[in-house]
C-alpha cells in the first residue's frame, strides 16, 4: 500500500517505519529541512530503541523515504497519515493550528480519492474539522478516520507491532475496511481491531491516558497520606495491586507524570469536557494533584536539607520523563532541578540519554555527568 505520513516527529517517525517494515511503500515528510536530512541519512532524530534499525533496513530497501513536501507523501498515495502537534494552549486546549495548515496543504496536493487518518491526539471533534477543510480545498473524494495511538516512549516499536489493540473510528465502512487490512499484519496475536466511530475512537485516546493519569494522581496522594503516618506506601500499594479489580499497573508513586502525552491531554479533556457543559471535577484534580508532586519533592529537600541551599552539592539521577527516552517535555526532574538552582544548590545530573536535551534548558547552569557515581 502506498502511505504518507506528515509529520516526522515521534508517532510520525514510528508509524512510518513500522509501516514500511511491514513491506508498504511510505514517505514521511517533515517541515524542518535539517531533520529531513537527517532522517534522509539514516541517522534517528529522537531516541526510541531499535528504530533507527529499523529505518535503516526499510530506507536500504527502499520502502521508506523523507521528503519535506506534502505533495510527495500525498500524490498517489492510498492512505496519510496527520501525526503533527497539538500542544496545549494557555487555557489547557488543544492547539490544532498545524492539524488545520496540513489539511488545507493535503486537500491541495490530492490527485485522486484518499483516505486521510488523524494519527494525532485531537480533542472530539477534530476528525469532521478536518473533513471541511478538506472539502474546501480539494473536489476529489475523501474518507476521514481516527486511528489514535498508544505508543509508550522506551517501547513504542513493540507497542506498534504488537498492540494491545487497534482502534479505528471511521464513518465509512470501505474506509475502514482499508484501515483493517493495513494492520493485520500487526494483530497475528489475535489483538482485537477495534472499529468504531470517529467521535468514539477521538475520546477513545484522551479516556485512557486521563485514566492512567488519574492512577498516578491517586497513588501519589496515597503516598503523601502514607508518608505523614509513618507508613511504607509500598506495602499498601502491594496490598492494593493483589486485588484483581485493581491490579499493578500505573500504582508507582513518584515525581508524578510528565511526557508529551499525559499532561497535555488530561488538560485537553478536562477542557472539551467543559466547553460541552459537562463538570470535570475529577480531571482538573488529576493535574492538580501532578503539579503538587512536583513541588511536594521540592518541600521535602528543603525540609531536609533547609531552605537556602547555598553550599549544597546536589546529584540528580534521571532527567527525561521516563526511562529509554530523551524526551524531557513536562518532565517533573525539569522543575525540581530548577528549584533547587534558584535556592542556590550546584546540581550534578547523569541521564543516559537525555543531557544533550536538558542542556538546552540549563546550559551551564548545572553540571552533565556521563556516568551516574560520577555526579
Known amino acids: 500500500m502506498r502511505i504518507g505520513v506528515i509529520g516526522s516527529g515521534y508517532v510520525g517517525l514510528v508509524t512510518a517505519a513500522c509501516f514500511a517494515d511491514s513491506g508498504n511503500d511510505v514517505t514521511a515528510v517533515d517541515k524542518d529541512a535539517a531533520k529531513v536530512v537527517e532522517l534522509s541519512s539514516g541517522r534517528c532524530t529522537i531516541y526510541e530503541p531499535g528504530l533507527e534499525e529499523l529505518m535503516r533496513m526499510s530506507m536500504a530497501a527502499e520502502r521508506l523515504r523523507f521528503s519535506t513536501r506534502i505533495a510527495d507523501a500525498v500524490a498517489d498515495a492510498e492512505v496519510v497519515f496527520l501525526a503533527v502537534g497539538t500542544p496545549p494552549r494557555a487555557d489547557g486546549s488543544a492547539d490544532l493550528s498545524a492539524v488545520e495548515a496540513v489539511a488545507e496543504a493535503v486537500g491541495k496536493a490530492m490527485t485522486g480519492p484518499l483516505v486521510v487518518v488523524n494519527k494525532s491526539t485531537v480533542p472530539v471533534g477534530t476528525g469532521a474539522r478536518v473533513a471541511e477543510i478538506l472539502r474546501a480545498n480539494t473536489n476529489h473524494p475523501f474518507q476521514v478516520v481516527s486511528n489514535p495511538e498508544f505508543l509508550k516512549e522506551g517501547s513504542a516499536l513493540d507497542d506498534f507491532l504488537r498492540p494491545d489493540r487497534v482502534v479505528i473510528g471511521a464513518d465509512d465502512a470501505d474506509a475502514a475496511d482499508l484501515l483493517v487490512e493495513l494492520y493485520k499484519p500487526f494483530v497475528r496475536n489475535n489483538r482485537p481491531i477495534l472499529v468504531m466511530s470517529r467521535i468514539a475512537a477521538e475520546m477513545s485516546k484522551y479516556a485512557s491516558n486521563a485514566y492512567l493519569s488519574t492512577r498516578i494522581s491517586f497513588i501519589n496522594e496515597i503516598a503523601e497520606i ?59 484534580s488529576v493535574h492538580n494533584r501532578n503539579e503538587r508532586q512536583r513541588t511536594r519533592m521540592i518541600e521535602r529537600i528543603r525540609e531536609r536539607l533547609g531552605a537556602d541551599l547555598s553550599g549544597k552539592h546536589i546529584a540528580v539521577w534521571g532527567i527525561a520523563f521516563k526511562p529509554k527516552t530523551d524526551d524531557v517535555r513536562e518532565a517533573p526532574a525539569i522543575n525540581v532541578i530548577g528549584a533547587m538552582i534558584e535556592s542556590g544548590a550546584a546540581v550534578s545530573t547523569y541521564d543516559p540519554e537525555a543531557l544533550e536535551n536538558a542542556r538546552q534548558i540549563f546550559g551551564e547552569r548545572v553540571t552533565y555527568c556521563q556516568r551516574a557515581y560520577e555526579a
Open 226 to 284: 502514607c508518608e505523614r503516618l509513618g507508613i511504607d506506601v509500598n506495602e499498601v500499594r502491594r496490598g492494593m495491586g493483589a486485588d484483581a479489580r485493581i491490579g499493578h499497573h500505573f500504582l508507582y508513586p513518584g515525581v508524578g507524570y510528565g511526557g508529551s502525552c499525559f499532561p497535555k491531554d488530561v488538560q485537553a479533556l478536562a477542557s472539551t469536557g467543559r466547553s460541552a457543559g459537562a463538570s470535570c471535577e475529577l480531571l482538573e
